[in-house]
């Protein structure tokens, strides 16, 4: 599977994908799997340019295909991540309920913690019932980075 690494305005990002979805997302500090080949697609260079324009603040939705491998609960609960919309944020807890797992905020805390594709699936988007800022694969600095400069260019 081919990754390409891009210098963006939170660092170096790998985008990994196969040729019809991009499956993963490394943050400077994640490994990245020695299977991996490295040169650039179409696809890889089109989710770097969608990247780049939410950085900007110009994109708050991306449109490159994800398919990212986990469980059907992780299926679930990243399918409701993506629904947070850009500015806003959510508890673990909420999205427990919203997909009908009342009592699972942990599960949803670790399949959130699973998300292989960051940022594009917006884990960063989900706090604490209490507001705070919880793990984050990029570490809290980048998830407060985030949430900021999605709140400064929402227009709300």
């Known amino acids: 599977m081919p990754v390409y690494f ?13 040729d019809y979805h991009i499956t993963h ?12 080949a490295v040169y650039e697609t179409p696809l890889l ?3 770097a340019r969608q990247l780049v324009s939410y950085l900007a603040g110009d994109r708050k ?3 490159v295909p994800l398919a990212p491998a986990g469980t059907d609960f992780m299926q679930k609960v990243w399918a409701q991540v993506l629904s947070i919309p850009y500015g806003q944020t959510a508890c673990y807890g909420e999205i427990a309920r919203q997909i009908g797992a009342p009592r699972a905020a942990r599960a ?3 399949a959130n913690g699973r998300n292989p594709i960051p940022v594009f699936i917006p884990c960063h988007r989900v706090i604490g019932a209490d507001g705070s800022l919880t ?8 998830k407060q980075t985030l949430l900021d400069w999605e709140r400064s260019h929402a227009g709300f």
């Open 135 to 142: 793990g984050f694969r990029g570490g809290l600095p980048l």
């Open 45 to 47: 260079k089109e989710a």
């Open 61 to 63: 939705k991306f449109s």
């Open 6 to 18: 891009y210098h963006t305005k939170i660092g170096r990002i790998g985008i990994a994908g196969d």
């Open 108 to 110: 949803v805390g670790m």
């Open 25 to 36: 997302l490394f943050f400077t500090c994640d490994p990245v799997p020695d299977d991996m």
